[in-house]
């Protein structure tokens, strides 16, 4: 069985973002611009990457 993953990159600085925003990129182990994670493709991964799409770009992976 394939596990998806996504690949995040924070993109856009949290300067002038919410709090909540900069929690959420915090979870998601994002600090600075340029940073990467990979995080499995779960619900709950989703609905942190739905609060922020204009500050983090996303790439979808499926490992073999």
């Not at 996504?6 to 856009?12: I, P």
């Not at 995080?39 to 979808?60: C, F, N, Q, T, Y």
């Amino acid at each position: 069985m394939s596990e998806k993953t996504l690949f995040v990159k924070l993109v856009r600085s949290s300067i002038g973002a919410k709090p909540k925003s900069r929690g959420t990129l915090r979870a998601l182990g994002l600090k600075k611009i340029g940073d990467t994670n990979t995080l499995p493709d779960r619900p709950e991964i989703r609905g942190m990457i739905a609060r922020v799409p204009h500050l983090i770009s996303v790439e979808e992976s499926t490992d073999a």
